[in-house]
């Protein structure tokens, strides 16, 4: 709020955030964040003793529930490992999540879906910078990804028993470097063209953002000669 102007202090923004129910902050440091003044609130009357009792409530609750104040030993959540995080149950919920997350913004012709029983028939070309690097696929703040675990658009195809060519065209998602020949010659041969372009964490993070939605690099492009 105070990068913003809605507030010109921190002693402003602690009044205006906790009266507005805010309860956690991502502070700027221990010693200087702005829920430091909370107490200078508390004794100006900005806010109440019971208000804060109301917000830290939830907080230490939630904190009770993961066993943060427990020995390690009675902790359940200290014996989880990779064999229940990447359980068949759990990935099951994450391809669940993945296809009822998609947005489909134009279907011509009825392209979408891939039928399974056809791929077999079908010649296809997947490309792009995105198309098969695990590392690119991960957004900000995601874990570290197990590569075993990790299905790019290439391998789930091929997976599927599906007749795949590939060629990245660029290596990364800047995409300085772009090789049309070998696209050309990859999407030539193919009856289905699958493109798969982005921006990635090389390109884009938190305080690391873009003055426009163009695509990186020779991006545009590798998409242009494709659908060509």
């Not at 107490?39 to 009357?45: C, V």
């Not at 134009?106 to 590392?135: E, H, I, M, Y």
Request: charged share 20%.
């Amino acid at each position: 709020m105070l990068g913003h102007h809605y507030t010109h202090s921190f002693l402003e923004t602690a009044i205006a955030s906790v009266n507005a129910g805010c309860n956690l902050e991502l502070s700027y440091g221990m010693r200087n964040n702005v829920f430091m003044r909370i107490p200078e609130a508390l004794a100006m009357g900005n806010i109440t003793l019971q208000m804060l009792r109301d917000r830290v409530r939830p907080l230490f609750y939630t904190r009770m529930r993961l066993g943060e104040f427990d020995p390690p030993a009675m902790n359940p959540y200290s014996s989880l490992d990779l064999s229940v995080v990447q359980s068949p149950e759990h990935r099951n919920l994450s391809l669940e999540a993945a296809v009822k997350s998609f947005v489909l913004l134009k279907n011509v012709r009825g392209t979408l879906p891939l039928q399974a029983r056809d791929l077999s028939s079908q010649r296809l070309a997947v490309v792009g910078p995105f198309a098969d690097n695990p590392r690119v696929l991960f957004g900000d703040y995601a874990p570290v990804p197990e590569p075993q675990y990790i299905y790019t658009p290439r391998r789930g195809l091929e997976m599927l028993g599906a007749n795949v060519s590939f060629t990245a065209g660029c290596s990364e998602p800047r995409c300085r470097r772009y090789s049309r020949a070998e696209l050309v010659k990859v999407v030539g041969a193919a009856d289905v063209v699958l493109v798969c372009l982005g921006t990635g964490v090389d390109v884009e993070t938190e305080a690391k953002d873009r003055s426009d939605l163009s695509l990186p690099g020779h991006q545009l492009e590798l998409l242009q000669d494709a659908v060509q």
